[in-house]
């Protein structure tokens, strides 16, 4: 045989065709056990504001009472009758509790194949499932749903609101053009505005920052020869604050979508996120060729009983 046709006849032998070559290459492939999936934001507000799950998952609506006394004493002679009345009058209010809900689903051929390698579902289905629901009462609590008439922390009813001086350069409100010392200023003046409001009846114990305005004071020094951050300094000498955190949602939460800070009282005496219902997945529901798993959650927002614990400062 002539060798040109010897070395054809080897040629032809080692040669794959495409779907022979994509399985050699995937016999060589290394799949990492770990997977790397995408991240998501944080939902903070199950963090910052205390979760209520009080109320019955039966309920519609959720209704608080408010009590105010009125009347006063005085010193009294011997013999008195003009004894001062006094008297306790209380109000109501009422929030819309709402559903939230999703669904997944899996195929009949999915949930033979599961069976037959022994592996389980996958779960991701239900994960998502469950992000979905929580990032919409995350969103809610923060940001309220003005469709729903249900109310979020950041732009609540009645809260205070605190003029952040605009003496910075070229008469800025922003931090980026004022000086530390204007800063720590600004963040006393948010705190004072809830403490000199009610005239010393509630204290602010925490402020919530956007990102970038968090980072300023963590990454600032209070002076070129002193290793204290303004995080650092403002948490040591404010006689209320004991967190400061950021918070996404309040980047260009503020009027004319400027930045803004937002101080608070963070108990449940003051204020609430009404959750009567927690996730749940019900049992799965045959349709066509695929089984659908139905989720499920009621939230009311989020309620502040004292709205003028709250204080918030627009444009730093």
Known sequence: MPAILKNQVKADAFHLDANESAFFKRELEYIKARTYDTKYKQLKAFGLIPISSEANNGATEITWRQYSMVGFAKIIADYATDFPRVDVYGTENTVKVKDIGDSYGYSIQEIRRSQMSGKRLDQRRSDTARR?????????????????????????????????????????????????????????????????TT?????????????????????????????????????????????????????????????????????????????????????????????????????????????????????I
């Open 132 to 196: 979905a629901i929580e990032e919409k009462i995350n969103q809610i609590a923060l940001l309220g749903d003005s469709l729903s008439q249900l109310q979020g922390l950041i732009n609540y009813t009645g809260i205070t609101a605190y003029t952040v001086p605009a003496d910075g350069t070229g008469s800025s409100k922003l931090w980026a053009n004022k000086t530390v010392d204007q800063v720590v200023r600004d963040i006393a003046g948010v705190v004072s505005a809830i403490f000199n």
């Open 199 to 315: 005239n010393g009846r509630e204290a602010p114990d925490t402020l919530l920052l956007p990102i970038s305005k968090y980072m300023y004071l963590a990454t600032t020094r209070m002076g070129s020869v002193n290793d204290t951050t303004l995080l650092e300094y403002i948490l040591k000498t404010n006689p209320f604050l004991k967190k400061i955190d950021w918070l996404v949602e309040l980047s260009g939460a503020g009027a004319g979508g400027t930045d803004r800070m937002l101080c608070y009282c963070n108990d449940d005496q003051h204020l609430t996120l009404e959750i009567p219902q927690p996730f749940e997945a019900f049992d799965p529901v045959q349709t066509g060729m695929e089984f659908e798993i139905p989720c499920h959650a009621m939230t009311a927002g989020a309620i502040v009983y004292y709205p003028l614990s709250v204080a918030y400062g627009d444009g």
